[in-house]
């Protein structure tokens, strides 16, 4: 559609999450879930327990009311019951005290001066008075009613909370500490993994092996990898040989293991870009052997190839360090002089290969068979600066030689 771009495979790979981040995100959802089932957990045993020691205070403090307002109770003195209940008026932590007599009318009320500190933690704990009946002899003279605020608790909750989000904290930190230990620890060798794969796919690096990772299943995962990486490995060679078999093939005659005409044709071509860009010159021996056609037809094939094989011997006998020879034709020879010089003289090469062939060949029946060859000689660029020029004078230069040869 107009107007729209396709986003790029590479933009799409780039926003997928790795390991690394998944586990992170995964742990710290675990670590949350685990800190705040925790502290939810202390929290609930924490108010359990204030609540209890609470209950127990105010429980406490109204049975010692209960015996001090006893004798005032019985003698019905609301001074005294007030004297009775002096001591309970100092503990921190009672907000309210009542006392009523037998039929449950009040004999006299205390209410604590000092605010409340917490209202939400009073109604928590203290939500109703605590009541203890006040006996004389078996018999209910009175009861006492004690009401709570939360002084005495907001030291105990705030130290609470204090000591709780502390350990919170620990277990958090000690929680992330160790899953991303946990996280390194999978993520590192997955990573090596990953790498050879990796260099496998994009260089073929197929001596890549994965190392030992101390993890048994990933360990027996990088033993396949590196199973399968000797394998490819292996295929690899094997293929490389053949291509380096079929390409020497392709470029090389397959009885002299000389160069053939493709690959004479390309070197042509370098050596004239070379010889242009420097300003040299080299020298161009085209050689036929004579007469070939009679040594096949008289002794055969066989014979004819034995004849071609001396005959490439002797032309690689006279090559030096920079020359190049090749076979292009059936009894056709072609030596590139490079470069050319006061050591390199075409004429005294040319003798020394017609000296060479010369010899008596033995051939696969006992007989001897003593060849010739008619060589023509062309220099770039006096005689030509391309290929085909230099090859048409050559050749125009061998069938001269091969002419006089047969004057001869």
């Keep these: 559609m107009t107007g729209q771009s396709p986003t790029p495979a590479v933009e799409r790979i780039g926003t997928r999450t790795t390991l690394q981040k998944l586990l992170s995100r995964f742990h710290f959802g675990i670590t949350l879930f685990a800190v705040a089932l925790s502290g939810l957990t202390i929290l609930l045993a924490g108010v359990t327990a204030l609540r209890g020691y609470a209950d127990r205070n105010m429980e406490l403090a109204a049975q010692l009311g209960a015996y001090g307002v006893e004798p005032a109770l019985v003698f019905n003195d609301p001074q005294a019951v007030r004297e009775g209940l002096e001591p309970l008026t100092r503990i921190p932590g009672i907000a309210r005290l009542r006392v009523l007599n037998d039929v449950g009318r009040p004999v006299t009320e205390w209410t604590s001066p000092v605010a409340d500190p917490a209202p939400i933690l009073t109604r928590i704990f203290f939500p109703r008075p605590f009541a203890v009946t006040v006996q004389r002899n078996g018999s209910a003279i009175g009861k006492i009613e004690v009401w709570g605020d939360s002084s005495t608790l907001v030291d105990y909750v705030?130290?609470?909370?204090?000591?709780?989000?502390?350990?919170?904290?620990?277990?958090?930190?000690?929680?992330?500490f160790l899953a991303r230990r946990f996280e390194y620890e999978l993520v590192k060798p997955l990573n090596e993994i990953a790498t050879v794969a990796h260099d496998v796919r994009l260089h073929r690096r197929f001596d890549k092996r994965v190392k030992p990772l101390g993890i048994a299943e990933l360990d027996r995962l990088g033993g396949d990898i590196n199973s399968l990486l000797d394998e490819l490995q292996g295929w690899q060679g094997h293929m490389e040989s053949e291509r380096a078999m079929l390409a020497h093939r392709a470029s090389h005659d397959t009885l002299t293991a000389m160069p053939n005409r493709a690959a004479f044709d390309e070197q042509l071509t370098q050596r004239i870009e070379m010889a242009e860009s420097r300003g040299e010159r080299f020298a161009l021996l085209f050689i036929d052997a004579d007469n070939f056609k009679a040594a096949n037809d008289n002794f055969g094939h066989a014979a004819g190839d034995t004849v071609l094989v001396a005959l490439s011997?002797?032309?690689?006998?006279?090559?030096?360090?920079?020359?190049?020879?090749?076979?292009i034709g059936g009894d056709e020879f072609i030596v590139i002089i490079d470069p050319l010089d006061s050591e390199a003289v075409p004429d005294e090469l040319a003798n020394h290969i017609r000296s060479c062939v010369s010899q008596p060949i033995a051939l696969p029946g006992g007989e001897t068979y003593r060849a010739a060859v008619?060589?023509?000689?062309?220099?770039?660029?006096?005689?030509?600066?391309?290929?085909?020029?230099?090859?048409?004078?050559?050749?125009?230069a061998m069938y001269a030689d091969k002419l006089t040869n047969r004057s001869r």
């Design 158 to 176: 705030r130290l609470g909370l204090l000591a709780g989000l502390g350990c919170l904290l620990i277990t958090a930190f000690g929680t992330i």
């Design 313 to 327: 011997t002797c032309i690689q006998d006279t090559l030096r360090k920079g020359d190049f020879a090749a076979r």
């Design 374 to 396: 008619s060589v023509g000689v062309a220099v770039f660029p006096d005689d030509g600066t391309s290929p085909t020029a230099l090859l048409t004078a050559a050749d125009a």
